[in-house]
């Protein structure tokens, strides 16, 4: 009896799988480092120590803000596949306009750098008696190998070892919460916004100028713009404008839609890591440290964690301040490159870059000046630096020739410009009363 033919079963056509939303989740975690920095530990510990409970409606108001503004910041990126400086600098046309808006944004990355070298040689002097300014140099050094393992590796590499920072930040500044658990009424009432004094509006700029920083909303966008580059449209997209992802084999078929949806749950987790974290630091310090004489400082403030609630919480502390200033310094370097190739069209050596805003740091520390009030001070200079890249945003971001279908609803731009009208308004209080010495 005759065989019957092997019949070869059905080929499959090869599918590109596609990723979770947790593989598509990232650029919003590096950008979020930038919340996470000594500047705001400065502010909220300074905040906590001197004022108690009364600020903390600025914290978490200046987290909900935050949240809209990464968010625009990411999307620009996804969607045109541009940064916002390379927006802005196709879009000036004036060369001296462009100039000088490049100008003060490398000032606000010059503040940053201070804020967060500072920190990370404030930290490593508290755990290993390092001199400041060689603390700055170690910082600076750092800040550079990641610079490289993010130019040789790939932004996925750099996303995990900044993540890997981000949850020591988070365990070193949330320790002592649950050692010594502050007063659950005096948190209701830090929630209703009142300012007491000058210095509490001096407080509450810096807390929002560490908060809502700009070199954050200038990384965002080129942070999703590296890991989601835009390419030829996808199937569904064409309508609207919009450009898919790169052809990497991870990203195809991915339209551009799910990568917004992937975008907000990725600025929701890195807003609610940053917003609970700088919420307990103010709260550890209120909590612990009012009316503690020195505790203003980051040096007092760590030697009265160290008497009141043991080493483990001060180390912890101190751990948290040097993580925080090793992420923070190399995120604020890849904003500082990316301002000055989108704005000046021109692309500089990672090394002479990196030097530009680091000597700064580093003759304020060889100058001996008091590293808090430098971090507080830089923060209020970040806060006058929001505006510029903030008003910018709402509008590129609302316009229909930019993000096609895209483009913001009304409700957003609506509450993009009421962010903007408040920290406009706050900065001019703030001049106002810093002219007036009021």
Same mark, same amino acid.
């Not at 301002?339 to 030097?355: S, T």
């Given at each position: 009896m005759p065989k019957s033919p092997v019949v070869a079963p059905p080929q499959r056509t090869a599918v590109p799988s596609v990723p979770r939303t947790a593989w598509l989740i990232g650029p919003a975690l590096v950008a979020g480092v930038a919340y996470l920095d000594p500047g705001n530990v400065a502010s909220n510990m300074t905040a906590g120590a001197v004022y108690g409970y009364l600020l903390v409606w600025v914290v978490v108001l200046g987290n909900v803000m935050a949240w809209l503004i990464q968010y625009l910041s990411a999307k620009l990126g996804i969607v045109t596949g541009r940064s916002l400086p390379e927006t802005l600098g196709t879009r000036m046309r004036n060369r001296w306009a462009r100039r000088a808006y490049w100008l003060q944004a490398e000032l606000v990355a010059m503040a940053t750098d201070i804020a967060e070298v500072i920190g990370g040689a404030v930290a490593l002097n508290l755990l290993f008696g390092v001199p400041l300014l060689w603390g700055g140099l170690i910082t600076g050094t750092v800040s550079i190998a990641l610079l490289l393992l993010q130019s040789r590796r790939g932004p996925k590499t750099f996303e995990f070892v900044v993540i890997g920072l981000v949850v020591i930040i988070a365990i070193g500044f949330t320790y002592g919460v649950f050692v010594a658990p502050p007063d659950p009424a005096g948190i209701a009432s830090g929630l209703m916004p009142r300012f007491e004094d000058s210095g509490?509006?001096?407080?509450?700029?810096?807390?929002?100028?560490?908060?809502?920083?700009?070199?954050?909303?200038?990384?965002?966008?080129?942070l999703a713009r590296d890991r989601f580059a835009p390419g030829k449209p996808v199937f569904g997209d064409e309508t609207q404008g919009a450009r898919t992802p790169a052809p990497l084999e991870e990203l195809r078929g991915i339209s551009t839609a799910r990568l917004l949806r992937a975008t907000k749950w990725d600025v929701t987790i890195a807003m609610l890591i940053a917003g609970t974290v700088n919420l307990c630091i103010l709260l550890l310090a209120a909590a612990n440290l009012a009316g503690v004489p020195g505790t203003d400082t980051l040096e007092g403030a760590y030697a009265a964690l160290?008497? &009141? /609630?043991?080493?483990?919480?001060?180390? *912890?502390? =101190?751990?948290? #301040?040097?993580?925080?200033?090793? $992420?923070?310094?190399?995120?604020?370097?890849?904003?500082?490159?990316?301002?000055?190739? &989108? /704005?000046?069209?021109?692309?500089?050596? *990672?090394? =002479?870059?990196? #030097?530009?805003?680091?000597?700064? $740091?580093?003759?304020?520390?060889?100058?001996?000046?008091?590293?808090?009030?430098?971090?507080? /001070?830089?923060?209020?200079?970040?806060?006058?630096?929001i505006p510029f890249a903030l008003i910018p945003l709402v509008a590129l971001t609302a316009k229909r020739d930019v993000l096609g279908g895209f483009r913001n609803r009304a409700v957003t731009t609506v509450a993009g410009v009421a962010a903007s009208v408040f920290l406009i308004a706050l900065n001019a209080i703030l001049l106002w009363l810093v002219l007036t010495g009021s």
């Open positions: 509490s509006v001096l407080l509450a700029a810096s807390i929002l100028g560490a908060t809502i920083m700009p070199h954050a909303i200038y990384a965002h966008s080129a160290d008497a &009141g /609630l043991g080493p483990a919480v001060a180390t *912890l502390f =101190a751990v948290g #301040l040097l993580a925080s200033g090793l $992420a923070s310094t190399s995120v604020g370097a890849y904003a500082g490159a990316e301002i000055m190739h &989108g /704005l000046l069209h021109i692309r500089v050596p *990672l090394l =002479a870059r990196r #030097l530009v805003t680091l000597i700064p $740091a580093l003759i304020i520390l060889a100058a001996g000046v008091d590293p808090t009030l430098a971090l507080v /001070l830089s923060q209020v200079v970040l806060s006058f630096g």
